[in-house]
């Protein structure tokens, strides 16, 4: 890293409060996960239907393969994580084996690309040295699953299972830091444009402003944040804002006239008219099915 992708890096790290892969995957949650530990006697093979939320498979004693809908089947040993962040169908067969078997219910109406740039199936093998906090979290969810009912489960199981997510993109995005968001998110100039969005997503900002974050010049920054997360910079905050106000819409009571605010609208109209071209229905209409479907 050159001396000004340091002081980049640096002043990204400083705008605090803001973490974009957080922030995503709190964006994208629409319940509470769930998991179980699941035993199979040898030999055993199932199918599972494709779903709409994302689903992990974690090994804990024995062996499998899992058999995607295309591709290769993968090999899973002990404390093997396989994650598909789409729900895609996909088989399991093989020798007796204890695993952890969960799901995620993630809004799948407009996926961030960060989400969306993972392939059908994540698969981390587990290896000596690397992705210790991943290896800790699969730990503590088979203790906590070991031990059914005990005091503050209903507390510490979603807790586990929202470290175990977090975990498992983080892992991924480490390995694989060449292309797409993976890029972005480890090249300093972009990350500190991203964290200022997040940070701040009402805030009519410039793409000049934003290359100022970045320290870079317009065309310079413009350039390399279009290159990285593949839209330009003003057309990521829209989306951003839409998709923050509608996390606000599922999560909360507010006005939607203050919803609008919150995300850069002082015109609820102008609002209502930027979210029903991003989601196909207006902000009232949205919330309301958002419920039915939570059975709220």
């Not at 939320?53 to 899992?66: K, W």
């Not at 015109?267 to 419920?291: D, E, I, L, N, V």
Request: charged share 20%.
């Amino acid at each position: 890293m050159n001396a000004p992708d340091a002081r980049v890096f640096a002043r990204a790290s400083r705008l605090g409060g803001v973490d974009v892969l957080s922030d995503v995957v709190s964006a994208a949650r629409t319940g509470r996960p769930h998991s179980g530990r699941v035993t199979r006697s040898a030999p055993f093979a199932e199918w599972f239907p494709r779903t709409p939320a994302a689903g992990f498979h974690v090994v804990l004693q024995g062996a499998c393969r899992i058999l995607p809908p295309e591709g290769e089947p993968i090999v899973l040993g002990p404390g093997d994580v396989a994650f598909l962040p789409r729900g895609s169908a996909h088989g399991l067969d093989g020798e007796r084996v204890v695993m952890l078997c969960g799901a995620y219910l993630l809004d799948g109406s407009a996926p961030h690309p960060l989400l969306d740039d993972l392939p059908d199936v994540v698969h981390l093998p587990a290896r000596v040295g690397r992705h210790e906090e991943l290896r800790a979290a699969v730990g503590l969810l088979g203790a906590e699953l070991d031990r059914d009912g005990r005091p503050g489960a209903d507390a510490v199981l979603p807790t586990l299972l929202d470290l175990l997510l977090l975990y498992v993109l983080r892992a991924w995005f480490e390995d694989h830091h060449d292309t797409g968001w993976a890029a972005a998110l480890h090249d300093p100039a972009v990350h500190a444009a991203l964290r200022a969005i997040h940070a701040n997503p009402a805030r009519p900002w410039t793409v000049e402003e934003l290359g100022a974050r970045a320290g870079l010049s317009r065309a310079a920054f413009a350039r390399r944040f279009t290159r990285l997360t593949g839209r330009p910079p003003l057309t990521y905050l829209t989306w951003w804002r839409m998709t923050t106000a509608a996390r606000l819409l599922r999560a909360s009571d507010a006005p939607v006239d203050a919803i609008a605010r919150q995300v850069g609208y002082s015109s609820q109209y102008t609002f209502a008219h930027a979210f029903k071209r991003h989601y196909a229905t207006p902000p009232g209409a949205y919330r309301t099915a958002s419920r039915v479907s939570r059975g709220t």
